[in-house]
């Protein structure tokens, strides 16, 4: 099993005096497998981009485990160990724009990670060029380049040669494709599966479009306001739901091949 | 915009030591007259402006040093350390400036422009590190930051790698506003005896304008030159100030 | 007559290196009685074309070209304070992209409604009042909305009393411009179902639906309009393009479509190589030869002819040299 969660819960507290509290992700359970494609399927604030944060070591949980082929990850702390870790599971965001320093040329982005990988220099620009391509990218049109002068889908595909460099045995991926055109979502997503074909790579995505988790994961879990509500496979979920969450969910998502009632 | 500030700023910054001659009070051969002992007002201006503006960079740089260490520190940390740095800025902030600056002045008999930058800059970081912090709160949770976090980078290199650089434009106006009050503090400072005891500076024009009556009997030109100066100085900075938050806004937001 | 006709609009952006050809000679029409959808990606002159086709059209935007005609009126020559009085609310009304961040936080929602209506039409405030109220209650909103803070509101909830407001003049025509990006799914449905209310209970006769969501204009619209660099170039029933589309952009877009279907899962994901074209200096001939897989030497030079078929209408070579079966 490449990552078993257990009981995982974190809760925001705000406010000195009358203190208030928020349980963002409530006692939630999973396994992940090598080579798997999972989708943790929400709504806003419905918990999923604080686990995947929490999973990413961003913030530590305030109970339940997280362990990460045999390893407990929440306890991780010297600098050396948790680098191990984020070799082997790194993280792509939503917002092309907002992963970026504005103020550094996108290079950094990738050569960022040599600290985890360490090259001797000779090598570092022709893996960074290496990288670049593999994710359809031209190295001279875009390195030495602000983000702002690349689009979104450049951008995104940027953040995942960086993965390419790492090769890690896991990436969440949060809301990886939705500001990007639609035209080109679809080879973005190509990316990834290139990366489980060739490296054996699990994603986890997290979407509230669960048009997109049923066409490219083998596994989904819903989940709504901190708890996850339903488990299963693609067909399983759609046909099968068990929750009234998901019910809902599967009448309100706007289809193409069926039109609504009353519509 | 520009041409405003650099129209209204009296950057004369003549090396014009205090001509001492002996005059009384009239307004010809020496284009700004005389003070109550004979001096040469326009060359105290020079001299006084040059001392204004010396004085306030320095006391800026010592308010943004501490409001930004503390303010850095404490919004990257938090925490304990977060809660306990922040308490001591309440602290400093709700002091009376004034009688501190008070104290410590009449504490120290001999009061160079050094010190005078000391004191002022001591008791005005608290608002920096609170808005320094701030910045760094927010910037802290952008996803840039998650990616160098997860690129294994340590917290030293985040911020100053990631974090510092974009606060810059912050720390600039800051800068710019810290300047502007410290002038006016040293000002004001001077005005109930408290200031300079070496050297000249406008506060100082404007104490012994003030002591010697300059108003009541018709000196004009003694305590107006200095005031206007001053007045145009602050003027001026804030305008800098309200240029440059034009200027970075959208920098920061799109490029 | 049709309620709204263009032809040969253009408006393009001034910028210092020169225009933007944001919307680039667009002929439209919009029938009584129907909910277009106008899709494209971002960047295509959707939001643009919108604004144009109502004349809220100032600098750095500016009307190039072309003639609009609205409910049988030339509104491509009127001024602003004619339109202002005479067209605006009147006789179309446009709920912009970012509306729900557009209200006043400290504006109760009537208070937004006396100020809307009061530009148009001399009313007391009770007459505003109880135009609202029946407005509402007709759409079966919480007439209660009217007295409260937009924050005290949700996402859902402001959006509908904003296109609820946005009817009470009784306009014609409605344009809403991704009136449901920012909502989750289910609060999307209710908004579109309002739309769709509006339309059965004769409030307004026509719709323009402006969304990059095709999935949402499959169920709501009757006709859809796809747009590429400024231009358009395929336009039909709802029907026809989803299942007989005629130009490579438009089934190309339509098979990205990604919906939890399993029809979907079995025909795949299609990518469009490329991106979209700069409008300052798009490509010459067809727009969107330089993507297109099918583009043939006079794709290069000439710009396609619209050919129209059966009401419905195709800007591309291939269709037009009957290369491909119309």
């Not at chain 1, 997109?212 to 509500?229: E, F, Q, R, T």
Request: proline share 5%.
């Amino acid at each position: 099993m490449l990552l078993e969660v257990r009981n995982l819960t974190k809760v925001f507290t705000t406010g000195l005096l009358k203190r208030r509290e928020i349980v963002a992700v409530n006692n939630i359970s999973f396994d992940v497998r090598s080579s798997e494609f999972l989708s943790l399927v929400g709504e806003s604030g419905s918990g999923k981009t604080t686990a995947a944060k929490m999973i990413l070591k961003l913030f530590p949980p305030v109970s339940g485990s997280i362990i990460f082929e045999g390893k407990d990850v929440v306890s991780l702390k010297r600098l050396e160990e948790r680098r191990w870790y984020w070799k082997q599971v790194h993280g792509i965001f939503q917002d092309p724009y907002a992963s970026y320093s504005p103020l550094h040329k996108i290079d950094r982005i990738l050569h960022q990670v040599f600290t985890l990988i360490g090259d001797s220099s000779s090598d570092r620009d022709s893996m960074v060029r290496g990288a670049l391509r593999e994710v359809g990218l031209r190295p001279e049109e875009v390195l030495g380049k602000y983000p702002h002068e690349l689009s979104g889908g450049q951008r995104q595909r940027i953040m995942v040669a960086r993965c390419y460099m790492l090769k890690p045995k896991l990436i969440l991926a949060d809301e990886p494709i939705s500001m990007i055109d639609a035209s080109t979502r679809a080879s973005v997503l190509q990316l990834f599966t290139k990366l489980r074909e060739e490296y054996k790579t699990s994603v986890i995505f997290i979407t509230h479009d669960l048009g997109l988790a049923y066409y490219v994961s083998d596994g989904i879990l819903i989940m709504y306001k901190g708890s996850i509500v339903e488990k299963g496979s693609p067909n399983e979920v759609m046909e099968h739901p068990q929750s009234s969450y998901t019910k809902r969910l599967r009448e309100d998502v706007p289809l193409l091949y069926k039109k609504w009632e009353g519509f | 915009m520009l041409v405003g500030i650099f129209g209204s700023m009296v950057y004369k910054v003549d090396p014009l030591d205090i001509v001492g001659s002996p005059e009384q009070p009239p307004s010809d051969r020496f284009p700004l007259g005389t003070d109550s002992w004979g001096r040469d007002l326009l060359a105290l201006l020079l001299t006084g402006t040059k001392s204004s503006i010396s004085i306030g960079v320095t006391a800026a740089i010592i308010a943004l040093a501490v409001g930004v260490v503390i303010g850095v520190i404490s919004g990257f940390k938090g925490g304990l350390t977060d809660s306990l740095l922040m308490m001591l800025t309440d602290v400093v902030l709700v002091l009376p400036s004034i009688l501190i600056m008070m104290l410590i002045a009449a504490y120290l008999r001999e009061r160079n422009p050094l010190f005078v930058s000391l004191i002022i800059g001591v008791t005005s970081w608290p608002w920096v590190a609170r808005a320094m912090r701030s910045q760094m709160l927010s910037l802290k949770a952008r996803e840039f930051v998650h990616m160098s976090r997860m690129a294994g980078l340590s917290d030293v290199k985040i911020i100053l790698e990631d974090l510092l650089p974009n606060m810059a434009s912050y720390t600039f106006m800051a800068f710019v506003l810290l300047m502007s009050g410290a002038m006016i503090a040293e000002a004001g400072l001077s005005m109930i005896g408290l200031g300079l005891t070496q050297g000249v500076s406008l506060g100082i024009i404007l104490y012994w304008a003030q002591i010697l009556e300059s108003v009541r009997r018709g000196l004009w030109w003694w305590f107006v030159p200095p005031g206007a100066c001053l007045v145009a100085l602050a003027a001026s900075l804030l305008l800098l100030s309200t240029a440059l938050d034009e200027y970075f806004s959208p920098r920061l937001k799109g490029g | 007559m049709a309620l709204l006709e263009s032809e040969d609009v253009k408006a393009y952006y001034s910028i210092r290196q020169g225009y933007v050809r944001a919307v680039d000679g667009v002929d439209l029409v919009i029938e009584k009685g129907i909910t277009l959808g106008l899709a494209g990606e971002s960047g295509c002159g959707k939001s643009t074309l919108v604004n144009t086709l109502m004349m809220n059209v100032k600098p750095p935007l500016y009307f190039m070209d072309g003639t609009i005609t609205l409910d049988g009126k030339v509104i491509s020559e009127m001024d602003r304070s004619t339109l202002k009085k005479n067209v605006w609310g009147v006789l179309v009304s446009l709920v912009p992209q970012s509306a729900l961040n557009a209200l006043m936080p400290t504006k109760r929602i009537i208070d937004f409604t006396k100020d809307v209506i009061s530009h148009h039409m001399a009313v007391s405030d009770s007459e505003v009042v109880s135009m609202a109220k029946k407005r509402l209650e007709e759409l079966n909103l919480l007439v209660e909305a009217l007295y409260m803070y937009p924050h005290e509101l949700s996402g859902g909830m402001k959006q509908r009393a904003v296109i609820a407001i946005s009817t009470l003049l009784n306009p014609k025509l409605l344009i809403v411009d991704e009136p449901t990006s920012a909502l989750d799914v289910s609060t999307q449905k209710q908004v579109l179902k309002m739309l769709m209310d509006l339309r059965k209970a004769g409030i307004i006769e026509s719709t323009i639906f402006v969304t990059h969501d095709i999935a949402v204009l499959r169920q709501v619209a009757d006709w859809i309009t796809i747009m590429y660099a400024g231009k358009v170039v395929e336009s039909g029933s709802t029907s026809d393009i989803l299942y007989n589309a005629k130009h490579p952009y438009t089934y190309r877009l339509i098979n990205a479509v990604v919906t939890p279907e399993p029809e979907v899962r079995k025909r795949g994901l299609t990518s469009i190589p490329g991106e979209p074209p700069n409008l300052l200096d798009p490509p010459k001939g067809c727009r969107f030869h330089p993507r297109c897989s099918e583009a043939m030497d006079v794709c290069r030079s000439r710009e396609p002819p619209l050919l129209e078929t059966k009401g419905s209408c195709c800007c591309c070579h291939l269709v037009s040299s009957g290369t491909r079966e119309a």
